[in-house]
């Protein structure tokens, strides 16, 4: 039995902050946003509206169209570095507020890799027949955890989520191939340092320049592909410099990677379903395609995953 993604959704929340509201808080510039980050504006979510909300719009979506109801669902998955409290965790307020009265449900913290941890999770438990239905949503809320001083961070982050439903797919479509990996020598370099996100950019851009090019094409060749056999790149939303070099180490066309760092700013585990949902969305990614997702985060941690999309 082999694993895809049958269903997609996302959500961003209304509030736009654009680099000229940014210029109006701390001491930068739209000129100097754009060309070290590619961001031109990212979402905030209103003081009212939580993780959970933004979580439970996304996966509405995604069921939907997967074509189930949250009775359907055997797991419910959460990647989020800002959960509403501690505990209930975000997934339990999900599968009380889908109806999905049959699922287990657990939150997973692996920052803004979160997402690839928890579609290999649930890649296992439905390849060994454990549960058929998986929901999997990467969903943060970072202006609550960001220094609106620091002009090093505050700049770049915004807050969204996004979902998909793993299930049972054709032998020759679903996951192919997958890479996970984690280095804590490097947590420093990006932590939440008492009650606000710190980051190393030079240390983190280091790592990832590196890390996401290399797990790109780890994936590939796992799968049994050449690099000039990939349709559609959909990397972590970070930083525009970071994508392009996964892009040109791939070799395909600016055209064939998802790009929408400009609009959301990095989202953390949101970053990189609200691409792929967009993408399916816009007929970006059509049957028999060759995606690769790949994404780095807090931890270190990275993961990449390269599949046949289709059912």
């Known amino acids: 039995m082999k694993a895809g993604i049958i269903g997609t959704g996302h959500y961003a929340p209304e509030k736009v902050l654009t680099n000229a509201d940014m210029e109006k808080i701390v001491d930068t510039s739209d000129e100097w946003i754009r060309t070290r980050t590619g961001i031109e504006e990212r979402r905030i979510a209103h003081d009212n509206e939580d993780t959970s909300d933004m979580a439970f719009k996304a996966a509405e979506q995604a069921l939907e169209e997967a074509e189930i109801t949250g ?43 979160g997402f690839m941890y928890g579609v290999i999770t649930a890649k296992q438990f439905i390849e060994t027949g454990a549960y058929q239905h998986v929901l999997i949503i990467g969903a943060d809320k970072l202006s609550k955890i960001t220094d609106w001083t620091d002009r090093n961070t505050c700049v770049l982050f915004g807050d969204g989520a996004g979902a998909a439903v793993m299930g049972p ?128 985060g807090g931890g270190l941690t990275w993961g990449a995953v390269a599949l046949k999309w289709g059912k």
């Open 71 to 113: 009775e359907d669902l055997d797991l419910i998955l959460v990647a989020t570095v800002t959960p509403d409290q501690p505990f209930p965790t975000v997934s339990c307020k999900l599968q009380e507020r889908l109806g999905a009265t049959k699922a287990a449900a657990m939150d997973i913290s692996a920052a803004c890799a």
């Open 169 to 296: 797919v054709s032998e020759d479509k679903g996951v192919l191939s997958f890479e996970l990996g984690a280095d804590g020598s490097g947590g420093k370099h990006l932590e939440q340092n008492d009650d606000y996100i710190f980051m190393n950019g030079r240390e983190v851009f280091k790592f990832a320049v590196r890390q996401m090019p290399e797990s790109s094409v780890h994936v590939v060749e796992k799968a049994g592909y050449a690099k000039e056999d990939v349709d559609y790149l959909i990397p972590h939303q970070a930083n525009i410099r970071i994508m392009e070099a996964a892009r040109q180490r791939l070799g395909i066309e600016e055209d064939r990677m998802a790009v929408n760092v400009n609009k959301y700013g990095n989202t953390s585990a949101a970053s990189i379903p609200i691409a792929l949902s967009e993408g399916v969305k816009n007929d970006k990614i059509k049957d028999n395609d060759l995606v690769v997702l790949v994404g780095f």
